[in-house]
């Protein structure tokens, strides 16, 4: 076990709406990435977070935003979905370090999200 | 052109077989390699770690990496069923703050 965990373990929603998905890393955790992985496809960077703020980001729209909290918590946030944001949703964190990618990244289990 | 290529598969050997797995890159910044492993409906779990060329052991699992010729290689001795599973490979450059991912291979050992 990796000790990230996050929720909701799936979701179903409709073209147009707005999910909000939910990481949570170990103490001391303060580096977090989220990654899209598309049915069938390695996962793909969305953005990550150090210390509160973003630190890098990869080419997703705005529409996708994300937020952490001191709590080593996170939130992934896609407004306006479409039926190509339906994927497996997955969060990473890294103990310490400055969020770079040379510290091991520690997956959750992921949210599996079908937008209809 | 994508920038890690890995051959989907499937991929089914008998247990004990000795499994191949195989990615090319196109960028010449990656430094990190890694390997993950990653079993239906879970998240992926990392294998092996490796800076720059070279080999590394773990066990049954050795990786290697040819940055001449962009190639990473995962080898796995004495097959397990417990080994089925996707293995991806993930690289990334020098001060980058993110994974880049092949595709994965599916992989069935059969008892």
């Known amino acids: 076990e990796t000790g990230v965990t996050q929720s909701p373990t799936h979701l179903i929603k409709t073209r147009g709406q707005q999910v909000t998905l939910r990481c949570s890393s170990q103490?001391?955790?303060?580096?977090v990435s989220w990654y899209q992985q598309a049915l069938g496809q390695g996962p793909q960077f969305i953005f990550q977070?150090?210390?509160?703020?973003?630190?890098g980001r990869g080419n997703f729209p705005p529409r996708f935003s994300g937020l952490q909290f001191p709590n080593y918590s996170s939130e992934l946030n896609v407004n306006a979905l479409e039926l190509d944001d339906s994927a497996l949703y997955l969060c990473?964190?890294?103990?310490?370090?400055?969020?770079?990618?040379?510290?091991?990244?520690?997956f959750g289990p992921g949210t599996r999200l079908t937008v209809l | 052109q994508k920038e890690v290529e890995q051959d989907p598969g499937p991929l089914s050997v008998p247990e004990g077989a000795i499994v191949s797995l195989n990615c090319t890159y196109s960028?010449?910044?990656?430094?990190?390699f890694m390997w993950y492993r990653q079993y239906s409906r879970k998240g992926p779990e990392l294998l092996m770690y490796?800076?720059?060329?070279g080999n590394k052991e773990d066990g049954r699992f050795t990786a290697q990496v040819d940055k001449s010729s962009k190639y990473i290689s995962l080898f796995i001795r004495d097959s397990q069923p417990s080994d089925s599973a996707t293995y991806l490979c993930?690289?990334?450059?020098?001060?980058?703050?993110?994974?880049?991912f092949g595709t994965g291979t599916r992989l069935t050992v059969i008892p």
């Open positions: 990473a964190t890294q103990l310490g370090g400055s969020g770079t990618s040379t510290d091991t990244q520690y």
């Open positions: 103490s001391g955790h303060n580096t």
């Open positions: 977070y150090y210390r509160e703020e973003e630190n």
């Open positions: 960028n010449s910044a990656f430094q990190y």
């Open positions: 490796t800076y720059s060329s």
């Open positions: 993930a690289m990334s450059a020098t001060g980058a703050n993110n994974l880049f």
